[in-house]
Structure formats: structure tokens, C-alpha cells
């Protein structure tokens, strides 16, 4: 047996165990919700009923392998075992599930690590369905004998370096401070709970041992009633932040670029992209965007390689809302005001090469003006572009068109529902419309997310009247190929992007 298990088992000691105060649970920024209808479960302070039997648990010493002489097992000290803070979340905000070290589901009728496992069984659940799976470990107490069970669901390598969390799925009568959990050098009490309970836990504190062992303990009193308790999902995972790749429209931090739909009602939904133009369910982000005339997706406006949000609030303030990665935003700032004025806005990415996006905004006196974004948002005017632009009924950034790094721009004209492409000059001018396409005058919605399909040219999504949603993929210049539908019920979007 390797030598971090004879380690923590030669730290499980006989006797009684001393409550150790736990901290408060830590508040998740935003509930992951589980399947199964389990929900959260406290940890309490771990207290034992005292000694049982002789007074003493168990005063046999360990094998040199790690196992137990007699079949009987000792438990660590909670004296010198340092607490485990509850989490609500999966992860924290702003991180994902890095890896998952092991999931015990019991799935496969077996007690695991049975030579370090005492008083527990593997089987259907004692009433009604479990949450993962159709099958749990349990264990007992008999009315009138006191009980020592453990079982030991988990024992992997983990990455030192990394966070580590633990969860249990369980439910059973007992008393307060029956059942304990341990990870590593910390421990808990379990809440008793006739209802099926989620309860995780930040072991990062042990996570330098270079394994995670999780044991769950059920030590009774002879008290003439029976205590029992069910585990069904234990599991042990690290966390890291979301990934940063710098891609224009990429929510997710998965490389693929994503779409975000505003309803009427001011609801933002995040659609997961796919990479060949679809997307996956919306995911309801927030509420309160009803109070925007205009929402736009510039890329990275602040530097960090996350995709950021802009919009003008109906009193003509400027707003930017920093992404956080996985569709959430930091607070929003304001980053300029007097915007009533302007009629139409575009985000073509970064136009001048300076790494920073540009925003183009179209008065109402039909001219067409470029602004630079800074690292805070501030947006610095830079000149005026064209003019003639009221004839356009959508002013789209495309991102770059012809591989030359500058984002470019096309625009749908009023008159003769005909795309027109513009590539940025090196002068910071729009250059010659360039006609790339028809027929876009049954279109309701137009906007460019960015590169959807991965092929490093910007895309075009379409809402149609009878509210199907269409994906055109960018072509070299300006064009785009055929549009494939993606999707329906898209009438309810007030805004894509």
C-alpha cells in the first residue's frame, strides 16, 4: 500500500474525538443546481457520543502494508484535524471543473477498498430512487450495541499544487454528530437528513499530501435505537479559472464562439456554440438589459483575453461590463456619455493594430466615425470615416475579412437589400464597397459574433420573420457563403450578438 495511506491510517487513533469547530459555509457567488433534487446539507461541528464498548475504540496498531489487524478501524484525531468550509458551488465564481480525480456511484455492487471499510453494504436504496445511480452504500447501528462503520469511497492522486473539493450525497436518521466525513487532515459532522443532501467541501488545505482519501465514519451509542445512514455520489474534483483564449464572442473559455440573446424583457441568454455555427440550450445569464438601446461585443477591450460587453443605456450613458469568463460580467462602469445622438453602432475588432478594439457609431447626420477603446474602456475619437451611411439599414463588424489582422465592416443597404463589404485601410479609411451579396430583406435581426465555425473569418448570423435563426459563414473579401438554418423560436430575441 503506498505510503500516504499508511499515513493517514496510522492518524486515525482509538478513543473518543473532540469536536473541532467548523467555519461558516462560504456563499457561491451564483448555486450550481444538481440533478436528483438533492439539495445542500450543513456541515456541523464533529462530536462523538464518547467512548463505547471498553471505553476505548479499537487499540489495535496497524500492519506494516496499512491494514487493520482485527478488521476494526481507528479514526484520525479531530484535535489536530483542521476543518472543512463548506462551498455551495460547484467551483468557485469566474472557475470550471479542471479535472475530476474519482466519483464513487457504487454502481458496480462492491464496497470500495474494502480493507479499509468496516459495517457498510452495497445495495439498492432503502426507499425510493437514488440520486445518481440505482445503487448506495449504507450502513447501520444495532439497537442495542454501539457502532464503529466506516467506508472509504475515495483514495487517488491529486495534484498538490491544485484546489481540491469533495462531495457527498446522503441521507438517514442519526443523531447530530454520528456521522462524520474526513478528508485528508480535516473532518466534519454530517446534518442529519431523511431527504437525500448535497453537501461539498474545500480540502484544498490537504491537497499538499498529494492524494485525496475520503472516509465516511457512523459511530453510535449504545442508546436502544438504531441510527442509519446512505451515501449514493461521492466525488473529488479541482477547480481552476476559466480559461482565457482572447477569442472575440468565446463566453465559455472552451475556444469556441458563443451567441448571446437579449429578450424583450431584458433577459441575457448565453447559447454554447458548437464550432460549425449552431449552438447549444441558452442558459439564462441575468436580467435588466431592457434598459439598453444598444449591446455590442467590441473583444477584448481590458486586456486580460476575455471577451467584454458594451452598451448604451437609454440616457445615452456608455457602460462596460468586463467578462469574467463562463457568461458572467464584473460590475458595470460607465465610459461616456452624451451617445443619444448616434443612430447605429458597429464592433469591427481592432482597426489601427494597436491591440485594442475600435468602435465605429454612425450620426444622425448620416456620417460614420471611428473611436478606440482604452484598457479601461474609455473610448478616445479618432476621426470621421465616411458619410452617406443613413442608407444602410445594418452597420455589422465583421472581424478581419482579407487576413491582413484589421477588422472590417460590412453593411446591408435600405435600398436594395444588397451586403456590402468595406476592408479597413492602413489609413484608418473604409475602403470601396465591395457588393458580396442579396436578398436580405427578409431578415429581422443581422449580427456578426465572430468566427463560428473556426476558420479565422468572421460569420453572420440572421434572424429570419418566421424567427428561424441562420448561420453564413464568412468568405475571403466580405461575402458569405450559403446560409444554413440553425435554429427557431428566435423571435423573442430583441437582440443577438
Known sequence: MVASRRRLMTALISGTVVAAALVAPTAPAQAHARTGGSTPGPITSLERPGPVGRGVHSTTQANPDGKIADGSVRRRD??????????????????????????????????????????????????????????????????????????????????????????VTYRGTFAPGEVGLYVNDGSGALAPSTQWRTTRVNATAGASFGTVEVFVDLVTAAKGTVSQVEIDDVRAWSCAAIPATGIRGDWTGDTLVDLFGITAAGELWLYPGRGTGGVGAGVLIGGGWSTYSWVGSPGDVTGDRRSDLVGRGTDGRMYLYAGAGGGAFSARKEVGSGWSAMTAFATPTDMNLDGSPELLARRSDSTLHLYSFSSTGALRYLKQVGSGWNGMSWIIGMGDLNSDRRGDTVGVNRDNACLYAYVTTSALTLGSATKVGCGWSGMTFLASPGDLNGDKLGDLVARAADGGLWFYPGKAGGGVRAGVKVGSGWTGMAVIL
Open 78 to 167: 479531530a484535535r489536530s484535524a483542521s476543518t472543512l468550509p463548506e462551498v455551495g458551488a460547484v467551483c468557485p465564481s469566474g472557475q470550471v471543473v479542471k479535472k475530476t480525480y474519482l466519483t464513487a456511484g457504487f454502481e458496480d455492487g462492491e464496497v470500495p477498498n474494502p480493507d479499509y471499510s468496516v459495517g457498510w453494504t452495497v445495495g439498492a436504496p432503502s426507499a425510493g430512487a437514488a440520486p445518481e445511480g440505482a445503487l448506495v452504500a449504507r450502513s447501520a447501528s444495532a439497537v442495542d450495541t454501539a457502532t464503529d462503520n466506516v467506508i472509504n469511497p475515495i483514495f487517488a492522486s491529486v495534484d498538490p499544487g491544485a484546489s481540491l473539493y469533495v462531495s
